[in-house]
């Protein structure tokens, strides 16, 4: 079982930033891919960006240019740095995480949601 943590939501202002992060602990277990996705009011779940392992990073259209994914492999985490935030940037946002668990195979992991509000 792989369990993560995100943290850094919160109200912003028009043009303004926001740094997200994901933390996955666990034992026994190997990321192959992190990923931030969102979800706004009425809409389907979207991808946001994603870093896998020997392949690189991967970004929405409408966020190309202002979001960047970085990961930090020795700690498990994944960060999303948001700038320029525009209103439709409003969302929960949510870490997911492909992994191989030692003895179980691969998993797929969500993280509990953290909210994102850009609003004057």
């Known amino acids: 079982q792989v369990q993560l943590v995100e943290s850094g939501g919160g109200l912003v202002q028009p043009g303004g930033s926001l740094r997200l992060s994901c933390a996955a602990s666990g034992s026994s277990f190997s990321i192959n891919a992190m990923s931030w996705y969102r979800q706004a009011p009425g809409k389907q779940r979207e991808l946001v960006a994603s870093?896998?392992?020997?392949?690189?990073?991967n970004y929405a259209d409408s966020v190309k240019g202002r979001f960047t994914i970085a990961r930090d492999n020795a700690k498990n985490t994944v960060q999303l740095q948001m700038n320029s935030l525009k209103p439709e940037d409003t969302a929960v946002y949510y870490c997911?995480?492909?992994?191989?668990?030692?003895?179980?195979?691969?998993?797929?992991?969500w993280g509990q949601g953290t909210q994102v509000t850009v609003s004057s």
């Open positions: 997911n995480v492909d992994v191989w668990i030692v003895g179980r195979g691969f998993g797929n992991y």
């Open positions: 870093t896998t392992s020997g392949v690189g990073t």
